[in-house]
T-cell receptor
């Protein structure tokens, strides 16, 4: 079983729509959680950290459910520039290794 | 540019040749990581340095792979006797210690290796 699993999508949404997707992680001892964004053939870039209480950054909202071991990302009022692959990332916390999901592809159309 | 820098950006080589990649981390970051990413997959951890010490190597890192960080600054990743299965994007990341602003890793643009 992979450490982090994501729905690969693609999610094709019109501009202005809301899109949400989840990922699940297998190790209950995981401590840190992130969403990274990766554009085609570019490096991953941190979108946001995910905190237990849930957190929001502009149009992006992340939630963490430790009991069910899943993380979600919601994008409101989608922009064309939101088109990318979103990588769910988990860190055990006491070590250094990031475990990545395979990514969820989002395409926002005009 | 004060981000993570990787060179070369692209490398095409013939099977059996040796290749070396370089990574320059963000200057105050003492932790440096190498990952490998193939098409349609997320990055996979290869190895990790804290200063000049290599503290962990993934099972993905066969004996043909070696990484160094001689002075605790830049790092090199060498692949000997390349195979077609080595074709991938090799990503370098760096971070501060976790007790400072968390354990966020910042990635370089990567070196895309194609083995013919």
């Amino acid at each position: 079983r992979k450490e982090v699993e994501q729905d690969p999508g693609p999610f094709n949404v019109p501009e202005g729509a809301t899109v949400a997707f989840n990922c699940t992680y297998s190790n209950s001892a995981s401590q840190s959680f992130f969403w990274y964004r990766q554009d085609c053939r570019k490096e991953p870039k941190l979108l946001m950290s995910v905190y237990s209480s849930g957190n929001e950054d502009g149009r992006f909202t992340a939630q963490l459910n430790r009991a069910s071991q899943y993380i979600s990302l919601l994008i409101r009022d989608s922009k064309l520039s939101d088109s990318a692959t979103y990588l769910c990332v988990v860190n055990m916390g006491f070590d250094y290794k990031l475990s990545f999901g395979a990514g969820t592809t989002v395409t926002v159309r005009a | 540019d004060t981000g993570v820098s990787q060179n070369p950006r692209h490398k095409i080589t013939k099977r059996g040749q040796n290749v070396t990649f370089r990574c320059d981390p963000i200057s105050e970051h003492n932790r440096l990581y190498w990952y490998r990413q193939t098409l349609g997959q997320g990055p996979e951890f290869l190895t990790y340095f804290q200063n000049e010490a290599q503290l962990e190597k993934s099972r993905l890192l066969s004996d043909r792979f070696s990484a160094e960080r001689p002075k605790g600054s830049f790092s090199t990743l060498e692949i000997q006797r390349t195979e077609q299965g080595d074709s991938a994007m090799y990503l370098c990341a760096s971070s501060l210690p976790p007790d400072r602003v968390g354990d966020i890793q910042y990635f370089g643009a990567g070196t895309r290796l194609s083995v013919l």
